[in-house]
């Protein structure tokens, strides 16, 4: 059974850049296309990005270019999301998600990362 | 890029039918997911492919697509439904992921 445990709270200032993990277990990563979601306090569920493995390609969404960066380790089986030049409109709980089963559905996810931007 | 629009809220009685909305442009030319949020939690899925229930969702969860709205049903409303719930879609013109603007559930 797949799991995802991502790492814990993160308080930084804004211009910071702040490195959340995301650690596979019960599959292999490079198995895996791994994705990047975060909720606003109170908002709605928007998508970062994703790594396919599948081609080795990296996306973006439009409004985190230049910002985001997604890795993985594949000796640790363990994916990262850095995203830079914190505001405080980043303040967010950010979500690993992958899919297993039905394809460009997000079935398994990870418990969340709280990241709080204040000065 | 493509929009998700849905009611921000809705309330349903105890044993009584809840339908959340999800509009978007030709909606149903794309394959519609739906998740279940509830406070503090990461969300899940409890429909997928329009209509298609995951192992473990109720049968009193059902969805369907078509025009420019694409609708999850609650059928039997209990307490424990009471969640935000999120469309999402599969842009292909840009391989890009899009949820919905969210639906507050509440069951009383």
């Known amino acids: 059974q797949v799991q995802l445990v991502q790492s814990g709270a993160e308080v930084k200032k804004p211009g910071a850049s702040v490195k959340v993990s995301c650690k596979v277990s019960g599959y292999t990563l490079t198995e895996l296309p791994m994705h990047w979601v975060r909720q606003a306090p109170g908002e709605g569920l928007e998508w970062m990005g994703n790594f396919d493995p599948d081609d080795g390609e990296t996306i973006y969404a439009q409004k985190f270019q230049g910002r985001v960066t997604m890795t993985e380790d594949t000796s640790t089986d363990t994916a990262y999301m850095e995203l830079s030049s914190l505001r405080s409109d980043d303040t967010a709980v950010y979500y690993c998600a992958t899919v297993v089963g039905a394809n460009f559905v997000f079935d398994i996810w990870g418990q969340g990362t709280m990241v709080t931007v204040s000065s | 890029s493509y929009v998700l629009t849905q009611s921000p809220s809705l309330s349903v009685a105890p044993g009584k039918t809840a339908r959340i909305t999800c509009g978007g442009d030709n909606i149903g030319s794309k394959n519609v997911h739906w998740y279940q949020q509830k406070s503090g939690q990461a969300p899940v899925v409890v429909i997928n492919?329009?209509?298609d229930r995951p192992s473990g969702i109720p049968e009193r969860f059902s969805g369907s697509n078509s025009g420019n709205t694409a609708t999850l049903t609650i059928s039997r409303a209990e307490a424990g439904d009471e969640a935000d719930y999120y469309c999402?879609?599969?842009?292909?013109?840009?391989?890009?992921?899009?949820f919905g603007t969210g639906t507050k559930v509440t069951v009383l």
């Open positions: 492919y329009d209509s």
């Open positions: 999402q879609v599969w842009d292909s013109s840009n391989d890009h992921y899009v």
